[in-house]
């Protein structure tokens, strides 16, 4: 569907959206110590080849198909000054999963607001939008529909704050796959150990 450069493009945009995008929610900031099984979807398993990666600035870990490319950049802030974000992705041929990290800003963090400047970024329509609690952190869970290049795409997004990290775990690629993407993505959440 994209190059990989123009996924890795997509995947900061969708980050920086996520950052630039934000307010202030009642609810913003998920409770808890972060420890967890790391199947937060109760169904899904994640499949015995992935491999399990480390976020070294904020601990987290989890579960990708492939080796990640790593990319860590200073997004500036409306405020001033900026924040450091590390987008891990991994392109699989017409599909693209990525996890985000990076400190929540100063003023503060708003589910939706985030999740329409994802969606803002992919130039694409929201179709679903629901709160959930995972692990004891809030969530959102998000689908959004585009066009790239004549093609339908599909984003699947969960957007969660867990104390000071906002994180944004991603999988993007062609509708006509849609049943494969939801699998790579239950099976991404499953492997984020919360």
Known sequence: MRSIALRLLLALALCVGFLAA?????????????????DANGESAVPADWETYTDDATG???????RP???VEPVPLPEG????????????AGRALLIGFNPVPPSGFGFDEAIDGAVEALGGTLTDNS????EGHDARDA???????????LALMRVLVIGDTAIQLQTIGDADAEDELRSLHDAMLAGFEY
């Open 22 to 38: 934000c307010g202030n929610d009642d609810d913003a900031n998920g409770n808890g110590n972060g420890n967890g099984n790391g």
């Open 60 to 66: 987290f870990r989890f579960a990708l198909p492939d």
């Open 69 to 71: 490319e790593v990319v």
């Open 81 to 92: 000054g900026s924040l450091e974000l590390t987008v891990y992705f991994v392109d699989l």
């Open 131 to 134: 709160s959930t609690t995972v």
């Open 143 to 153: 689908e959004a529909v585009f066009v790239d290049e004549g093609e339908d795409g």
